[in-house]
């Protein structure tokens, strides 16, 4: 293993540095993550008196944790150039708006938090189009796809796969339009999973049953 690059700063993605640096019998790995993953306090506000805060995650943190931390904000590539870390995504759909529940405070001003530290890496798998791969695709899922497609000027899509964040009262109504979206995209394969729902991802089978795969835990899939 040579690198690892970090979807974003969620205590749900940041678990693990420690057991990565005992497995691989390396210290100083390369973890390439938008700088905004560190900042804190982070916290989900359903109202002024109810708000769920998440673990701390701090630069020390990953140190101690015996890797290297690259923070990149602008599209960085990894593995001499074959993988690419896409940094910070542009929103520019109509309707992928964001979490609206994610709040930060800095200098004691508490602000939304659009997880601007949500990222993702793509690779070109050579005659057969770009393969994206998302973390959370918090910036939107069809925001991540179109910032990859024109970040590498290469518009054939062989695989979307990842979590797609449809779940829940305030993603579920964008599930018709994402499908529709990812339709006229046309990727060879689309893969759901993590955050993407179950409502989601039953539509996607239906919607696009050439092209769903469904992923589980410990499904092993080779793009070649």
């Given at each position: ?54 673990p701390p ?84 899922i069809v ?10 000027g290469i ?70």
């Amino acid at each position: 293993m040579e690198v690892a690059a970090l979807s974003h700063g969620h205590s749900d993605h940041t678990g693990g540095m420690a057991k990565l640096t005992a497995m691989t019998g390396r210290t100083g790995l390369p973890l390439v993550v938008h700088p905004a993953a560190f900042q804190s306090p982070r916290y989900l506000k359903f109202s002024e008196e109810f708000k769920v805060y998440f673990p701390p995650f701090s630069r020390d943190m990953v140190r101690q944790a015996g890797l290297t931390i690259i923070e990149a904000e602008e599209p960085y590539p990894m593995l001499d150039g074959t993988v690419l870390f896409l940094g910070g995504i542009p929103h520019t759909t109509d309707f992928e708006k964001g979490w609206p529940l994610p709040h930060s405070r800095k200098d004691g001003k508490e602000s939304w938090d659009a997880i601007e530290d949500d990222s993702f890496i793509v690779m070109h798998l050579k005659d057969k189009g770009l393969v994206i791969l998302s973390g959370c695709a918090h910036a939107g899922i069809v925001n991540t796809v179109q910032y990859a497609v024109k970040t590498t000027g290469i518009d054939r899509i062989h695989a979307v796969m990842g979590g797609f964040h449809l779940s829940g009262p305030f993603f579920e109504p964008l599930i018709d339009r994402t499908t529709k979206e990812l339709q006229k995209m046309n990727p060879a394969y689309v893969i759901p999973t993590h955050c993407t729902g179950r409502k989601a991802i039953m539509e996607m089978e239906k919607q696009m049953p050439q092209q769903f795969i469904l992923n589980m835990a410990g499904t092993k899939l080779t793009f070649q």
